[in-house]
Structure formats: C-alpha cells, structure tokens
C-alpha cells in the first residue's frame, strides 16, 4: 500500500475518532436504539395477504426460505409505528361511533368467528383492536383490522395509511388492496370490505367499497394459492414475476436473484 493511501486512511480514523457534538451524539444513539428495538423474527410458513402479488415470494415463506437481513433504519420503523398508532385512533374513534348516536357498530372479530364459523378460520390472537387469524384450508395468516354492522350490514373494515403524494392521486384501492380484500374475504365469509386511506400528512381521509365476488376469490386467492403449493409440492421455485413494484419491500431478493428468471 502506498505511503498516500495510508496517510488518507489515517485522516480518516482521526475523522471517525473526534467527538461529535453532544446534539449529535445523541441524535445517532437514539437513531440506533430505535433499531437495535426491532426484532428480526423468521415469517411463519403460512400464505399472507399482502404476498399474493408475487407467487415467488409466497414460495419462499412457505417453505420456510430465510430472509436476507435488512435492517429497517429508524425512519421506516418510524413510519410503520405511526401507521400503527393511526390505525388504533381510527378504530377507537369507530368504537365510539354507536355511543354518539351514529348507526354503526364496531364488531368483536373474535366473536364474530366463534358465532359465525367462517370456514377453516380460527382466531389466533387479539392486538390490541386487530386480530390475528389462521385459515388452516388456505394455510394463511391474517391480520384483521375491524368488522363493523354499518347500517344494518356487516363489512370488513380495512385501514392504509400512505404519503401525501400517494393519497392526493389515490381514486380506487390499489390492485393488491383488491387481492387483499378477496383474502379476508374468502376467509371471515364476508363479501364487502370497506378500505379506510388515511393521508400521514394532514389525517384527510377517502373510503372506498370493494364487493369481492366468487371470480375475484377464485382468481386472485385460491386459484393462485392452488398455483404456488403446486410448486411448493415439488420444491421447484416459480417463475420470477413481472411487476416489479413487488419487488421493493421483497426480504427474498437474494433467494431470488440465485434462482434467476
């Protein structure tokens, strides 16, 4: 190694050795507790709503494909932790809706189930005001935000919260929204789903109705989940998709870039 490179890289560890100011210190310590907090946990080997868009990824948790380690940075975990906390207002402000008069009822998921017997769906465990549950036919896992009686009928209540720029183009539920919806439906036996967009900017809101009929729970759930065990059988991996937009929160990147197209 030249006499130059050395000397940079000693510049360099005098740079990385001076004592940043106390704001700053402080700033990049809090910046790592918020990721050291979070947990990596390997997905469980269960089909999820939000995977149906890529057969690939469904593959890979089935059969129990480790995930790359990507640590989220602060600012994700931040963000996934308003949605969260955004979701829990919003149901609460619904639970509230009845006590105020208004014709709307937030229903018990759980108690919903257990009275109802959906088809293979068990309620796993309560968070809070979500639900988690396991449709055993399907082998799927699912996180349900709310089930309420508006009006005299029943629908699934389901709540994204998005960036400004998102929301302000925002005119129907996004196409994986749809598959997710035809998901819960297929599994609580409920038809219609109301989709709550709450805009993370300002807390403007936009509803839309999606009525999921017999087509859409054959086409995009189980004719598709029919599709990926056919290959989870064999332990042959699917085809890679076509819509990269599945690709950008994808953990199975490495997987998939080792099996090629």
Same mark, same amino acid.
């Given at each position: 190694? +030249? ?10 560890? *005098? /740079? ?11 700033? #990049?310590?809090?910046?790592? @507790?918020?990721?050291? #907090? ?5 997905? #469980?080997? =269960?089909?999820?709503?939000? +995977? ?7 593959? %890979?948790?089935?059969?129990?494909? &480790?995930?790359?380690? *990507? ?7 931040? $963000?996934?932790? =308003?949605? +969260? @906390? ?25 108690? %919903? ?28 896992? %699912?996180?349900?935000?709310? $089930? ?13 919260? *998005?960036?400004?720029?998102?929301? &302000?183009?925002?005119? /129907?539920? @996004?196409?994986?929204?749809? =598959?997710?919806?035809? !998901? ?18 300002? !807390?403007?809101?936009? !509803? ?24 989870? &059988? ?28």
């Amino acid at each position: 190694m +030249s006499r130059r490179a050395l000397k940079n890289i000693h510049r360099l560890i *005098e /740079a990385a050795q001076k004592e940043l100011p106390v704001e700053q210190e402080f700033l #990049s310590d809090l910046k790592a @507790a918020i990721e050291r #907090s979070e947990e990596s946990r390997l997905p #469980s080997r =269960t089909y999820k709503p939000s +995977s149906l868009i890529c057969l690939r990824n469904m593959y %890979f948790q089935v059969i129990g494909q &480790q995930p790359d380690e *990507e640590k989220a940075d602060s600012c994700l975990i931040g $963000i996934c932790q =308003t949605g +969260s @906390a955004r979701h829990e207002h919003l149901q609460q402000a619904i639970a509230s809706m009845k006590k105020l008069g208004i014709d709307c009822e937030y229903i018990d998921v759980e108690k %919903f189930v257990n009275s109802r017997k959906p088809k293979g769906t068990k309620v796993v465990q309560k968070q809070g005001m979500e639900t988690k549950c396991y449709n055993e036919i399907l082998n799927m896992s %699912f996180l349900c935000d709310g $089930i309420i009686r508006y009006k005299g009928r029943y629908y699934i209540l389901e709540i994204k919260t *998005e960036s400004l720029y998102k929301w &302000q183009t925002r005119n /129907a539920p @996004a196409d994986d929204h749809i =598959t997710q919806a035809s !998901c819960y439906s297929v599994c609580l036996g409920l038809d219609d789903v109301i989709f709550l967009y709450e805009n993370r900017d300002n !807390c403007d809101k936009k !509803c839309y109705l999606v009525h999921v009929t017999d087509s859409m729970k054959e086409e995009r759930v189980v004719g598709k989940i029919a599709e990926c065990d056919s290959y989870v &059988q064999k332990l042959i991996p699917p085809p890679m998709t076509e819509n990269k937009r599945a690709c950008n929160y994808c953990g199975y990147k490495s997987a998939c870039r080792k099996v090629g197209r």
